[in-house]
């Protein structure tokens, strides 16, 4: 997705004026000929995978690249995957506790859990 980082003739992280010639913000300093690489929509999601997890909404909602629509759907998705890993986590949590636990009851390990 290919947006202007000086639509409407402002910055578009501090959204002071920038004029159409400037490389850089004379405000904030950021570059005008394009977006950070986390506020794309690919980086987005490699650090929601790899690194920040839910955590990534900041980008998410700070990101100038995406519309409303897309944001909110990003949000569902990062939300919903994440209540899934939760959910997932659990249930081998409580397949290792009653693992272990039948293995104490044969008398293998007493540990005692
Ligand atoms: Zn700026």
Redesign the pocket.
């Known amino acids: 997705m290919a947006q202007d980082p000086k639509a409407g003739g402002l910055?578009w992280?501090?959204r002071?004026p920038a004029a159409g010639e400037d490389n850089f913000?004379r405000?904030?300093g950021?570059s005008l000929a394009g977006f950070p690489w986390y506020y794309q929509q690919w980086g987005i999601i490699l650090l929601t995978l790899l690194a920040l997890g839910p955590f990534s909404l900041v980008l998410v909602w700070r990101s100038p690249v995406l519309s409303r629509a897309t944001r909110w759907l990003y949000t569902v998705a990062i939300l919903g995957l994440s209540y899934y890993l939760c959910v997932q986590s659990y249930h081998a949590w409580l397949a290792l506790k009653s693992a272990l636990s039948s293995m104490g009851a044969m008398g293998a390990t007493g540990l005692g859990i």
């Open positions: 910055c992280n501090c002071k913000c405000f904030c950021k």
